[in-house]
């Protein structure tokens, strides 16, 4: 198993945890709302702060994971032999012109 692999595990592993904890916070709070301890319209608040974060949490992940993947790219190109980078350059023009 590679360090990208074992990395992309941790960083779902993190996302997971958070999706489960935020669901589970939004069942705390409706169970609160229901209780009478929070009225609807605070839960309403509390759960929108709850969605706002984990979706904060789940950019981040996702753009350290971008980047780690380019940096990865970057370092393989840097191994690559002269024929192989003439290659490579000539795949990505050929894309580029394709868009």
């Known amino acids: ?3 990208s692999e074992d990395l ?10 958070a999706a489960v904890t935020c669901e589970k916070s939004k069942e705390i709070v409706d169970s609160l709302v ?3 301890e929070l009225t609807v319209a605070q839960g309403k608040v509390i759960n ?7 979706t904060e949490k789940k950019e981040t992940a996702d753009a350290q994971k971008a980047e780690q993947a380019a940096s990865q790219i970057l370092d393989a190109v840097d191994t690559l032999t002269p024929e ?3 290659t490579l350059k000539a795949k990505l023009e050929q894309l580029d012109t394709d868009e």
């Open 84 to 86: 192989q980078r003439a």
């Open 1 to 3: 198993m590679s360090i």
């Open 8 to 17: 992309k595990k941790i960083v779902l592993a993190g996302i997971g945890a």
């Open 48 to 54: 929108e702060e709850l969605k706002r974060r984990a």
């Open 34 to 36: 229901e209780k009478g």
